[in-house]
């Protein structure tokens, strides 16, 4: 954990620094300085990301085997090569019932790679045919993930400091180095919010159509375009909340039956699988609904200080939405992570909002901590996203 804590902290100073030597830059989007702070700034957590080996849960059991059955099929297959990619993997593979023979592994993950979204597809050729080193992905997806990332922070956020810490602090850090794929259409959902802004539809339509290329499910960010800059009154926020919790076996049925046509086919074949067992997501609706009062708190003065807190507030309340439903419809926290990704720009800016000074500082160390301890939780005890312990090799 001492190695993100560091990341973090470094990045984080160097946020300041930049922001004391030139805050110009920080704003000008055509600016070479500001730039040259968002890759400077991004670096540290990016090259943690990068140098990883074995670090986050689809890592080991997804990713590296998916790359050496392409591997196994570009060097033109056979037993040998099978037993030499796949009998290593024997141990990790074992513990999630996808190992009974190398061979067995070999088909299976050659079905994976079936239907691997094309823009991944293409960074994997691009690593076999340049000598098969998988650690050449990792880094391609970190810097992509990163960049976009920083990239929505330098131009989206006044408060960039903050927002480092709570894309680490909130998980979405950890969360990247686990679901790698759709962590990219996320980081580039990131990049598409400044286009719902600047009301620009076919640049963002370009977005979620690279976005796509990642990971298919990133077609649920087309409704923001249309509806995140509806300015709905937090009140009636939480009163469509409570309407959908309320209807959410309706609604569960008709999200069903849509999927499959609207190019969700893949995510369909969830539904009544074992993922279905999940259950209700009671602490991502619960952190939901907390961010929403929060920011709802500070709606009228936020939305004219920000051009982008309508737009991130009501992404957190689709996202809540798609938790309403958590109990009748499988994975509906992986639709979250798209819609409440903004969270960590959203939040610095309801507490850039507050007046009062002393306020401000008790309610940033507050939602500091809360977050800290989430971290704590999530990540230190109970592992999710298995990115402890950091490894190299």
Sequence with gaps: ML?????????????????????DALNAIDSKQRWGALVLCSLPL?????????????????????????????????????QELFAPMREDLTRWGLYESPE???QFFLGVLDNCEPGYRVLMEAAVALGGNFRLVIAATSVIIGLCVYYAIFTQCSAPVLAIYLYVASSNYFLSMNIIRQYIA???????????????????????????????????LLPCY???????????ALLLTAGVLACSGVLGTAAAWLMPRIGLGYYAR???SAWSEDGFETMFFVINLCVLLFCGHYWNAA????????IWYNMTLLGTFALALSGVLPLMKRLNYYYAAPQFLLLPEALQTETDPHRRRILTGLVAAA???????AVVLLNKNEVLPYRLW
Aim: proline residues 3%; hydrophobic residues 50%; positive net charge.
């Design 3 to 23: 190695v993100y804590i560091a990341a973090t902290l470094i990045s984080c100073l160097l946020a300041v620094w930049c922001e004391k030597r030139n805050t």
């Design 46 to 82: 990016i090259l943690v990301s990068a140098a990883r080996w074995g670090v986050g849960t689809d890592f080991l059991y997804t990713y590296l085997p998916e790359f050496r059955a392409l591997q196994w099929l570009r060097a033109g297959g056979g037993d040998a090569l099978c």
């Design 104 to 106: 067995s592994a070999l």
């Design 186 to 220: 996320i980081g580039i959902g990131l990049v598409a919010v400044q286009f719902i802004r600047e009301k620009r539809l076919f640049p963002f339509l370009a977005c979620v159509a690279v976005a796509m290329l990642f990971h298919t499910t990133a077609v649920v």
């Design 226 to 236: 249309f509806l995140c800059r509806v300015e709905l009154n937090p009140r009636y």
């Design 270 to 272: 969830y539904l009544g």
């Design 303 to 310: 939305k004219q200080r920000c051009p982008y807190y309508v």
């Design 371 to 377: 977050f800290a301890a989430e971290t704590l939780v």
